[in-house]
């Protein structure tokens, strides 16, 4: 069974500070992985994607992946009330040739004023 | 706006009975996912079509089943509807093995 984990939260953190927010993944051949932010009521929105080990930075984001330890994480500096949200973690794993994509459950990122 | 689209945005059915959603990749993308997501959970993946084949599938039961067209949009019926059906269904498309990208959703309500 590949598993996603991510802690559910609520992570809350002031305005300006910097979020974290981490997730594991149980299949050494995941190949792929991604960060997506969700409101409530709306759809995911691909917010970064990762393919190799060490950080790639996008604005105010950063992912780091380290396939050793088998996380990935997203880094959110000078976090707005707007990035308040839930951030849903994805790896994508080579079977039978095919990319097969599974999720996490999500973090409940909160940013308070 | 991702250019990926998704019909109809809300939709009510009785149980047993079946639904067709239907799903617009956007341009330049040959893979289509479909996921089922239901309030407080991530996206559970349903199945994926490459090509008009179907190259994955999630645990879901035969009562799911889809199609892919020739210019990549496609559709996922559910047979046999179930209380537990209801959700946000979800559509995201790719150009493998890259990001997938979603589409607004459907919500379905099964009563």
């Known amino acids: 069974q590949k598993e996603v984990e991510q802690n559910s939260g609520p992570l809350s953190v002031p305005e300006g500070a910097i979020a974290s927010l981490n997730c594991t993944y149980s299949?050494?051949?995941?190949?792929?992985f991604f960060w997506y932010r969700q409101y409530s009521g709306k759809s995911p929105e691909l917010i970064m994607f990762?393919?190799?080990?060490g950080d790639k930075e996008d604005g105010r984001f950063t992912a780091q992946l380290n396939k050793a330890s088998q996380y990935v994480s997203l880094l959110i500096r000078d976090s707005q009330p707007s990035d308040s949200a839930t951030y849903l973690c994805a790896v994508k794993v080579i079977t039978g040739g095919s990319y097969i994509p599974t999720f996490g459950r999500g973090t409940s990122l909160i940013v308070h004023p | 706006e991702t250019g990926v689209t998704q019909s109809p945005t809300h939709l009510i059915k009785t149980r047993g009975q079946q639904v067709t959603l239907r799903c617009s990749s956007q341009s330049g993308h040959n893979t289509v996912s479909w996921y089922q997501q239901a309030l407080g959970q991530g996206p559970q993946f349903i199945f994926q079509y490459y090509r008009e084949e179907e190259n994955g599938r999630g645990n879901f039961p035969p009562r799911f089943s889809g199609l892919q067209f020739p210019n990549y949009s496609s559709e996922l019926n559910v047979n046999a509807l179930e209380l537990d059906d209801s959700a946000l269904y979800l559509c995201?498309?790719?150009?493998?093995?890259?990001?997938?990208?979603f589409g607004p959703g459907t919500r379905l309500t099964v009563t």
């Open positions: 990762i393919y190799s080990n």
């Open positions: 299949d050494r051949g995941s190949q792929s």
């Open positions: 995201a498309s790719s150009l493998e093995p890259g990001e997938q990208y």
